[in-house]
């Protein structure tokens, strides 16, 4: 179990999982005015990109990778399929699964939008040297690795003040 420790508490200013959530938080938001303009959704592009990135991908895997539940990704499918975007072909050894593959239409859709979340990350990167933003990347990806050996651990944590406040 895991002990918290509430002695070193930062401020919220320099606490570090504040930070990062509220990066992602605003990098979300300047992109999604961004791309308002087109028509288009965060959450199109980060389907588009997850398929891109990974053709053939189940529809299970994808709402993996979207961090939403089945139901919700199948609906985002369905809509994308309306638009043309991706679709939908039969698993060569799995007939319950579908791969999910982008279109013509969504591979020009995806061109289009690439170059807006290149230029944004390009902006909010420009006050970072070269070697900023290959240590801050290392940094980021070690960090990441450990959560995800700790999301695989299901590490419960020991705090007899939370459970006071709780009890409360």
């Known amino acids: 179990m895991t002990k918290i420790d509430t002695q070193g508490a930062l401020s919220e200013g320099r606490y570090l999982a504040f930070l990062i959530v509220e990066a992602a938080r605003l990098q979300r938001t300047v992109f999604d005015r961004r791309v308002r303009k087109m028509g288009f959704t ?54 319950r699964i579908k791969r999910i593959y982008m279109t013509d239409l969504g591979r020009r859709i995806h061109r289009e939008v690439s170059p807006i979340a290149e230029a944004m990350v390009e902006e909010e990167l420009s006050g970072l040297s070269r070697k900023e933003r290959e240590t801050l990347t290392d940094l980021l990806l070690n960090v990441k690795q450990r959560l995800q050996e700790m999301a695989s651990d299901n590490d419960t944590i020991q705090s007899t003040e939370l459970e006071k406040i709780n009890a409360e």
Do not use: C, H
Request: net charge negative; no cysteine; glycine share 8%.
């Open 42 to 95: 965060r959450t199109q592009w980060l389907a588009l990109r997850r398929v891109g990135d990974q053709p053939g991908v189940s529809q299970s895997e994808l709402a993996e990778l979207l961090e939403v539940e089945k139901a919700s990704a199948g609906r985002l499918i369905d809509k994308l399929e309306e638009f043309g975007w991706l679709e939908r072909r039969p698993d060569d050894t799995d007939r």
